[in-house]
């Protein structure tokens, strides 16, 4: 059985906190600082940081909908 997709809401996605299921360089936890739009105002991108380095990611929001890599709060 496949694990469901995580459901976003990307209204709600500025401040959100995600878990990393692979962590890379002991950055486990990440919260999201910033939305990148395109030119009709749709979220395309967004910044993730790290909270232990503050090491800042660029990823496609899209990206944390994946349940293999992400795990939505701080686990």
């Given at each position: 059985?496949q694990?469901s997709?995580?459901?976003?809401?990307?209204k709600?996605l500025?401040?959100?906190k995600?878990?990393s299921?692979s962590p890379?360089k002991?950055?486990k936890?990440?919260?999201v600082?910033?939305l990148i739009r395109d030119?009709?105002?749709?979220i395309?991108q967004?910044?993730?940081e790290?909270?232990?380095?503050?090491?800042?990611?660029t990823?496609?929001?899209?990206d944390?909908?994946?349940?293999?890599h992400?795990?939505?709060?701080?686990?």
């Open positions: 059985m694990a997709m995580n459901q976003i809401n990307p709600k500025l401040l959100s995600w878990t299921t890379q002991k950055e936890h990440f919260i600082t910033e030119d009709q105002e749709i395309t967004c910044v993730i790290a909270v232990l380095t503050h090491t800042q990611y990823i496609p929001w899209q944390l909908k994946s349940p293999a992400w795990k939505q709060g701080w686990q």
